[in-house]
């Protein structure tokens, strides 16, 4: 009876024309994606940088502003931005970064005295405890070592990419915001004329989306000025650096913002020790973070998605294991999708048919 009405269930999602179209549409951009993401890397880049700019061109637009016209103040935008982060906030970033590299060892050998002492002040907390703790820390620490001897020893490749992006990227950004009219049309000719449910899918992630994505840019702008500004008033060491990781933990939910707990608790830790100015740090942190998430997020995400905290997890924890960290970022823009796609889904094809009752 289960094997007849699942086979039942496909027959009738099979009969649908629209449901195939889009079926084979999510089949070819998932497998595009999968296969070639590498190779395509550059292009859908310049893909996603375009998609959110297009909202400042189209903008422009209705302000009557000339469709080149409008196309060269947002690049010119755009490429000025990336400059400034290139050749301006990446070195500063660089260096931090070095610094705090070399000073690890001695955040990590103060992290063990101040452990070692728990004992001693805690009489549920054992020594073998502790030594447990200081054994898996000494084995994750070397992991990492090992990781950015990996990095180092590629860095020439690491250089050469980058060099590629910096290169192609802008001028990929520049045509597909010149010409998106014209590249949407050639690929609209491979699809049929009659596609009403993908047409509707498409809107709905695009409207979504849209939102999402450049909510969560002023998100990050707006996270990571503000952390800066507090830990430099705060006077905590590599505070650009900090800054700069609370703002982008905002992209991964929940998740992000306990992560970068540890670098900034750990680096007033090695400041300070366990006096006020720690607390006041790890107070400060704590105030930013709930305020993004209970302030700040509602304000810029009232019209974007609107999913559930548990299919958000659901969403990090899925596409995670899928995709490593580039399945962390994109994981609600691809739930987005999947929300899409079950909205717009037939009523009539996704309600059972009543049986005929029996004489």
């Known amino acids: 009876m289960a094997t007849r009405s699942i086979s039942s269930w496909f027959r009738r999602q099979l009969e649908n024309p629209q449901i195939v179209i889009l079926g084979l549409i999510i089949l070819i951009v998932a497998g595009t994606l999968y296969f070639f993401g590498g190779m395509l890397a550059p292009l859908l ?6 998609y959110l700019l297009q909202g400042l061109v ?14 060269m103040l947002v690049f010119l935008s755009f490429f000025v931005a990336l400059f400034f982060a290139v050749f301006g906030l990446l070195p500063m970033l660089i260096r931090q970064l070095t610094s ?3 000073q690890v060892p001695s955040i990590v050998a103060a992290l063990q005295r101040a452990l070692l002492s728990l004992p001693q002040r805690f009489s549920l907390i054992t020594e073998k405890q502790v030594q447990d703790l200081l054994s898996s820390l000494s084995s994750e620490i070397i992991g990492a070592g090992q990781t950015l001897l990996t990095y180092s020893l590629s860095s020439l490749v690491t250089a050469f990419t980058i060099g590629v992006y910096l290169v192609l990227v802008p001028i990929l950004v520049f045509f597909l915001l010149k010409d998106s009219a014209v590249i949407l049309s050639w690929f609209s000719r491979f699809l049929p004329e009659h596609r009403p449910l993908a047409d509707q899918v498409w809107t709905e992630v695009d409207r979504q989306i849209g939102n999402y994505a450049r909510g969560k840019i002023w998100e990050i702008i707006i996270v990571g000025s503000v952390a800066f500004v507090v830990f430099r008033l705060l006077g905590l060491q590599y505070a650009l650096l900090l800054s700069v990781l609370t703002g982008v933990s905002v992209l991964i939910p929940y998740v992000g913002a306990l992560v970068v707990t540890l670098p900034v608790a750990g680096v007033a830790f090695f400041q300070w020790g366990l006096q006020p100015d720690f607390y006041w740090v790890v107070v400060a942190y704590g105030v930013i973070q709930f305020l993004d998430g209970n302030v700040l997020v509602p304000l810029l995400f009232s019209e974007a998605v609107n999913l559930h905290p548990v299919a958000i997890i659901a969403a990090i924890l899925f596409f995670g294991g899928l995709w490593g960290l580039w399945g962390v970022f994109f994981a609600i823009p691809l739930a987005t999708v999947i929300q899409a796609v079950l909205g717009a889904w037939p ?13």
Request: aromatic share 0%.
């Open 347 to 359: 009523d009539e094809i996704r309600a059972e048919p009543e049986q005929p009752a029996s004489a």
């Open 45 to 50: 880049a310049s893909v996603v940088i375009a």
């Open 58 to 71: 189209t903008r422009l637009e209705r302000r009557r502003v000339p469709h080149v016209a409008a196309v």
């Open 100 to 102: 705090l590299a070399q």
